[in-house]
């Protein structure tokens, strides 16, 4: 008899400093974990385009600069392009889904497919259907003049089969990411090996938002993913009460970003930075943000408020290549150490947390009944709820239960 179990998977990888590697890095992933016999793999918020910790892109309340704005530009160009509509923040929906939309483009990898968009979505899907693995992935998506926090979800049979977008942006995330549509909060399902799962994401700061949370609970959803740029110790605790709470399984997924100290030295104690161009010379000042990607600093007086600042000397003409730094004899420095995790829908850790480790996997065999055994004495959206008493409605969404068979 076929096991019923079914093998989830995540990791804790940083972009990388294009997206055509950030694409061969996930192929490689992918394949890992396929080889492994992973069925779902999560990867973090702004996998793809990059999380921008640390830049500020020049503003102030009141006050903005024209390096700013290039900064802006820069990053504006790395995000990806899905070929969606901004709509009310929900973009196309079921028609950019299903490929309704018009064609716009005719690039793809192949140089002649017609897609729409920059046909990193039927990279993904090829990745997918490759490797036999469902795919969920964070990005930042452009859409007209704006940016999104998004996640796809991508099935290796059907492709792309569902898309969100972040509808609360944390902090001054809010600069750059515009807000999404409630509406994206919907469920999707798929089935494995005859077991039905029923999944969606919450992306990073909207967990702490309980009546987000209520919303995913509300459609019965066994599978809940939170792809995050938290990597505190305290994040873990709140994942564990999600899977409590949902009586669900949770996947979360975080970058681990090395910093200067913590890069690998080769045998002459020279160690390559992740994502870092070279220099052109002269003296600048500059963030790396969690995916390893530089941003250049505006000049100006006054510290800058980040922890991962770097000042770079001309190493041109020291005749020492500017990409390579010097790397410290020991340190345990990290942008972002990661903490991926898997937790059970009692709440236990069955794997992770995953720190300070950019290259492994860290998988769970999992059976999903143990969601309907957890409703025995819990069910946050049904038996638990008081919907007599309590009144919940979420606009553009529909908040009928998915079935668990």
């Not at 005859?194 to 994401?201: F, S, T």
Request: charged share 25%.
């Amino acid at each position: 008899m076929a096991s019923t179990k079914i093998r989830l998977a995540t990791a804790s990888p940083g972009t990388q400093a294009t997206t055509k590697e950030t694409l061969k890095q996930l192929h490689d992933i992918a394949t890992r974990a396929a080889a492994s016999g992973a069925d779902i793999l999560l990867l973090p918020e702004a996998y793809f385009g990059g999380y921008p910790r640390g830049a500020d892109f020049g503003c102030k309340i009141g006050f903005r600069t024209a390096e700013g704005r290039d900064e802006y530009l820069r990053y504006f160009k790395s995000a990806i392009d899905l070929g969606d509509t901004v709509g009310d923040g929900a973009g196309a929906g079921e028609a950019w889904v299903k490929r309704q939309l018009g064609v716009d483009t005719a690039v793809a990898g192949d140089g002649q497919t017609p897609v729409r968009g920059d046909g990193t979505r039927e990279e993904v899907e090829r990745i997918a259907r490759e490797t036999g693995v469902f795919i969920v992935i964070g990005l930042v998506e452009k859409a007209g003049g704006s940016l999104y926090c998004s996640v796809i979800y991508v099935c290796p049979n059907l492709g792309t089969i569902g898309k969100r977008r972040k509808v609360q942006p944390t902090g001054t995330e809010r600069l750059v990411w515009a807000q999404g549509s409630p509406a994206t909060l919907k469920a999707i399902s798929t089935t494995i090996r005859g077991v039905r799962i029923n999944l969606a994401a919450a992306i990073c700061w909207e967990n702490y938002m309980p009546l987000l949370r209520q919303s995913l609970y509300a459609q019965n959803v066994n599978l809940y993913l939170a792809p995050t740029a938290d990597g505190r110790d305290a994040w873990l605790s709140l994942m564990r009460t999600v899977a409590l709470e949902g009586r669900c399984f949770v996947v979360s997924s975080n970058m681990c970003v090395p910093g200067e100290s913590t890069a690998k030295p080769t045998k002459n104690g020279i160690a390559t930075l992740p994502g870092r161009p070279k220099a052109s010379g002269g003296r600048r000042r500059s963030v790396f943000d969690e995916d390893g990607n530089e941003i250049a600093l505006p000049a100006g007086e006054g510290p800058v408020s980040t922890s991962a600042v770097v000042e770079e000397e001309d190493a041109v003409a020291k005749g020492d290549s500017p990409a390579l730094v010097k790397a410290p004899a020991a340190s345990s420095t990290f942008i972002s150490r990661g903490g991926s995790s898997i937790i059970s829908p009692f709440g236990d850790v069955i794997a992770g947390p995953q720190w300070e480790d950019d290259e492994g996997i860290i998988y769970a065999d999992v059976d999903f009944e143990d969601c309907v055994r957890g409703r025995l004495d819990l069910d946050a959206a049904g038996s638990y709820s008081r919907n007599d008493s309590f009144k919940f409605s979420v606009a553009g969404l529909d908040l009928d239960p998915l079935p668990y068979y």
